[in-house]
């Protein structure tokens, strides 16, 4: 699932892709997929690209933030998919917060590896 849904936000332009593997850190999730986007607009279109996505066949349990535009976040339980406004991503530094958590760069999910954005793959 946050394979999916990171292809998702990639496939729509999402800014900085990247899958944290917290499962060993927290008992919160098992995985944070974390994207931006470019306005507010974006970080809605990424959002929707995800909750949308007939890859994923199950609906957030939880949405937060959904039409405001700077920070959206979806809730499947195991994996919590954040799109952040790059200026709210830098103020919450979710990667910076959860530094101890893998990282998977996004060659290893069979996309090419764009420095820009990151995904990883599920245990």
Avoid: C
């Amino acid at each position: 699932m946050a394979v999916q849904a990171a292809r998702s936000l990639y496939d729509a332009k999402g800014i900085d892709v990247v899958i944290l593997d917290v499962g060993e850190l927290t008992l919160i999730a098992d995985f944070f997929v974390i994207a931006s986007g470019s306005n507010p607009r974006h970080v809605q279109a990424l959002a929707d690209r995800v909750v949308y996505s007939e890859d994923i066949a199950r609906k957030p349990m939880h949405v937060e933030g959904y039409g405001l535009g700077h920070w959206v976040l979806l809730d499947y339980g195991d994996v919590v998919v954040h799109v952040f406004r790059e200026e709210e991503r830098d103020f919450y530094g979710l990667e910076r917060l959860w530094g101890d958590a893998p990282q998977v760069g996004l060659e290893e999910t069979g996309h090419s590896g764009d420095a820009d954005a990151e995904a990883g793959d599920q245990k």
